[in-house]
């Protein structure tokens, strides 16, 4: 009689079974075969997706907790731009989730460790992702560390733009929807940080630079001694919508503490901006900033650029100022105690400041026109020189009554190097008006000018007494025109301490 197995025996026998097939099932997925197989079917999904060359140099696979994919440099060629290298580099990655939802193209989360991502210049590209209608993948999850976003200008001439990005995290992410992100990011140019949260995509991945985005920003603690010349921590808050090669932003600054590192004076600076940014140069284009500087009202409109073959950008302004206070930008370019003089100042000039590595006064570019109205110098040795002048021009020598003149300034100006100059420079006290031409040098102060002197009265009448006799004779030598008296003089010292004189070369000549 045949012995039937005891009902131990049939589980024991079902339990080594079924442990044995869950090593085998384990032994296969994880094997090389498997590990071979997932990479292939990943580089055929990208492949498609991107319609580009896809490497993958190491793929593992894990099962515990859950099915996890990791791997090791994955890179994304365009195939008509091969010799550009890679447009997408994975240094490490892994993809996770469950065996039923991976069926689906369900992934729980997907993690990067190392990542560049270069948006090229040309034209936008042909075609469609091949099948990928309804066979597309959906994240639930998607994290990026340590990553590096570089922007590739249409002009081959100019220099990438590069952000540092340490961390990217994104939602419910996939490539035919908009996905909601959260981004922490390093400004190489002021540096600081920016936090940025907002939604991205649908994606185009046959043209990132048409991927939508849309969001806010803060940035944070930007240091501006990061750019030469200048100095001060600004914060900025603002908004922006658009595509990757063309965002619009609307945002304010604040910078208490601007200042140029030729002065090292403090000054507050606070603007509003609207701007259109291109994303594929880094290339600004300010619409309209409104800005305080102290407490003058500034507008400009211009462009931030790059140019061919140089490291950084340059910025082009057309700058204007009504009613604004000339101490708030003396404090700035003159380096004193107190501002050298105060007064109401308007201006309308074109800035430019190229790229370059120089300090911001040696490379600032300005032409324009200005006027100051209701000027007094601050220092009572230069403006006694004043009042007296106004005394003299009025032929009232001794009237002390006349104190604390108002002066009045216009002309026009350029400053490069470092050096503003002055070809025509009007200065006008009751009594006096000066015409001068000269140069003013931003580092140091010195200053050089020469011009005529008028007079309303005749030279005899600006001093009393023996001297005012004597000068009678001479009146006619120096009288022209509608004045009393036409002197040449020149200019000379320091803002500080100004030097003025008569040009007794011209003065002999009557030139």
């Known amino acids: 009689m045949t012995r039937r197995p005891s009902l131990p025996t049939i589980g024991l026998g079902v339990l080594v079974t079924g442990v044995l097939a869950i090593a085998l099932v384990y032994a296969a997925l994880t094997s090389a075969w498997a590990s071979n197989r997932v990479r292939v079917s990943m580089i055929e999904f990208l492949e498609a997706r991107f319609d580009a060359d ?11 907790p859950r099915v996890s994919i990791e791997g090791r440099g994955l890179t994304l060629t365009h195939l008509e731009n091969a010799h550009g290298g890679p447009f997408i580099r994975l240094d490490r990655f892994s993809v996770a989730g469950w065996p039923l939802e991976l069926l689906r193209r369900r ?7 190392g990542f560049a991502l270069r948006v090229e210049r040309g034209s936008t590209r042909g075609g469609r992702s091949r099948g990928m209608d309804t066979h597309d993948v959906t994240i639930d999850e998607v994290v990026v560390r340590n990553g590096l976003l570089v922007i590739v200008p249409n002009d081959p001439r100019k220099l990438p733009l590069r952000f540092e990005l340490q961390e990217i995290a994104m939602s419910h992410f996939a490539f035919d929807r908009s996905s909601p992100y959260r981004a922490h990011l390093t400004n190489p140019k002021p540096r600081g940080s920016i936090d940025s949260t907002g939604q991205i995509g649908p994606w ?3 043209d990132l630079r048409s991927t939508p985005l849309s969001g806010g920003y803060t940035f944070a603690d930007a240091d501006l001694a990061t750019i030469r010349g200048i100095g001060g921590t600004l914060t900025s808050t603002g908004r922006f919508e658009g595509v990757l090669e063309r965002i619009r932003v609307r945002g304010v600054t604040s910078t208490p503490d601007f200042q140029l590192q030729l002065t090292g004076q403090p000054l507050n600076l ?6 259109m940014v291109d994303g594929t140069s880094g290339d600004t284009y300010l619409e309209e900033v409104d800005a305080m500087l102290g407490q003058s009202h500034i507008l400009a409109k211009g462009s931030v650029v790059g140019e061919p073959g140089a490291k950084g950008r340059t910025v082009s302004l057309d700058v204007k100022v009504d009613n604004g206070r000339l101490d708030d930008f003396m404090r700035l370019a003159v380096k004193a105690v107190q501002p050298p003089m105060r007064g109401v100042i308007g201006f309308d000039t074109a800035f430019e400041l190229p790229a370059g590595q120089g300090d911001v006064p040696q490379r600032l570019r300005l032409t324009g026109t200005f006027n100051i109205q209701r000027g007094q110098f601050t220092s009572d040795a230069v403006q006694d020189k004043v009042d007296q002048l106004s005394r003299r021009g009025r032929g009232e020598p001794k009237n002390e009554a006349l104190q604390d003149v108002m002066s009045t300034f216009g002309g026009a100006f350029t400053l490069r190097d470092g050096l503003l100059r002055l070809p025509r420079l009007q200065f006008r006290v009751s009594g006096a008006a000066v015409d001068l031409s000269g140069a003013y040098r931003l580092r140091g102060g010195d200053l050089g000018f020469a011009g005529t ?3 309303d009265a005749p030279l005899s009448r600006t001093t009393t007494g023996f001297k005012s006799i004597l000068l009678k004779a001479v009146d006619p030598f120096f009288r022209k025109a509608a004045a009393g008296t036409v002197l040449p003089i020149k200019v000379g010292g320091t803002v500080e301490k100004p030097a003025f004189g008569l040009d007794i070369g011209k003065a002999l000549t009557r030139k």
Do not use: Y
């Open 453 to 455: 002197l008028k007079l």
């Open 54 to 64: 896809v490497a993958i140099e190491q793929i593992s696979i894990a099962l515990v």
């Open 204 to 206: 185009s991945t046959l």
């Open 270 to 275: 606070d603007t509003r901006f609207e701007a």
């Open 107 to 113: 992934v729980s989360v997907v993690t990067v460790d």
